[in-house]
């Protein structure tokens, strides 16, 4: 298994910045791509952005595109989440997640495609 620690949340004013971390470890060898979501109070958790492990793939929801980035350090066993121009409605605990096998098309955006998750850190951005 593979256990994520997120970190980086916070309250900032809508137009500001956040970077989020999400730190693996264990049976890290074995990941092929990682994943954040978000969950807001009320509403179903949702993709937001996921890279794959070697390389390669990045997807973003159009929701952040243009405004987010996500990027690995594969020495540090860390993936981040860069996000720009914050508006109110990202305003949601974000999780990080992991899966260990391929994956193609829509499994990509999919909660329940991913084997593991962190605790969550809350992002809250105020207008």
């Known amino acids: 298994q593979v256990q994520l620690v997120e970190s980086g949340g916070g309250l900032v004013q809508a137009g500001g910045s956040l970077r989020l971390s999400c730190a693996a470890s264990?049976?890290?060898?074995?990941?092929?791509?990682m994943g954040w979501f978000r969950q807001a109070p009320g509403k179903e958790r949702e993709f937001v952005a996921a890279?794959?492990?070697?390389?390669?793939?990045?997807l973003y929801a159009d929701s952040v595109t243009g405004r987010f980035t996500i990027y690995r350090d594969n020495s540090e066993n860390t993936v981040y989440l860069q996000m720009n121009s914050l508006k109110p409605e990202d305003t949601a605990v974000y999780y990080c997640?992991?899966?260990?096998?391929?994956?193609?098309?829509?499994?990509?955006?999919?909660?329940?495609?991913?084997?593991?998750w962190g605790q969550g850190t809350q992002v809250t951005v105020s207008s």
């Open positions: 997640a992991a899966r260990d096998r391929f994956m193609s098309g829509s499994t990509w955006f999919r909660a329940s495609s991913y084997d593991n």
């Open positions: 264990g049976r890290t060898f074995s990941t092929y791509a």
């Open positions: 890279i794959r492990w070697s390389g390669g793939n990045r």
